[in-house]
T-cell receptor, first 113, second 112 residues
């Protein structure tokens, strides 16, 4: 069974640009969560999608957005990039149910210069 | 108060000893509790899940949960150098079951 796939693995962007990251969850999983990880802030929750609907959102500015498609694949977009957006962006996939576990992809390392 | 708190470490433990990692959480209605291991430059890997009070053992790992004290711990027996990593405690709250909140992690170093 394939795991969570994130693309691309590495990105270098310039301040002011926008970026789109992709996540394909484990087959059969309908929930996709996104996290930002930086050395100073640790793992910060961005948002979670289930069946194409955003169910939860963290405390990030509106420049961070996401969506989920009918096949459960998800994308997140960051517009007007800032230097502080440099981070490892992680996607986690989980099944249904309140007690379900989450499994992470390998992440996308974004560097903003 | 942070939602999930861990001591950042580093925690240094001799090879073969027991490593004890601790975590407290603020949402009393939390129902699911997880431990992830993260090696430097890699993504977090789920190593234990626990949902009921008490102990849960899996190989050299034992997770302990005390909901009354809002406390979760992870014991690693017979610690190996390959256990050196950052351990993240994560909690799935009752009020928002689809949102897993992570602690900042404890760096564990196993010395030969």
């Amino acid at each position: 069974k394939a795991g969570v796939t994130q693309t691309p693995r590495y990105l270098i962007k310039t301040r002011g640009q926008q970026v789109t990251l992709s996540c394909s969850p484990i087959s059969g999983h309908r929930s996709v969560s996104w996290y930002q990880q930086t050395p100073g802030q640790g793992l910060q929750f961005l948002f979670e999608y289930f069946s194409e609907t955003q169910r939860n959102k963290g405390n990030f500015p509106g420049r961070f957005s996401g969506r989920q498609f009918s096949n459960s694949r998800s994308e997140m977009n960051v517009s007007t990039l800032e230097l502080g957006d440099s981070a490892l962006y992680l996607c986690a996939s989980s099944g249904q149910g309140r007690l379900t576990e989450a499994f992470f992809g390998q992440g996308t390392r974004l560097t903003v210069v | 108060q942070k939602e999930v708190e861990q001591n950042s470490g580093p925690l240094s433990v001799p090879e073969g000893a027991i490593a004890s990692l601790n975590c407290t959480y603020s949402d009393r209605g939390s129902q699911s509790f997880f431990w992830y291991r993260q090696y430097s430059g890699k993504s977090p890997e789920l190593i234990m899940s626990i949902y009921s009070n008490g102990d849960k053992e899996d190989g050299r790992f034992t997770a302990q949960l005390n909901k009354a004290s809002q406390y979760v711990s992870l014991l690693i027996r017979d610690s190996q150098p390959s256990d050196s990593a950052t351990y993240l405690c994560a909690v799935n709250g009752y009020s928002s079951a689809s949102k897993i909140i992570f602690g900042s992690g404890t760096r564990l170093s196993i010395r030969p």
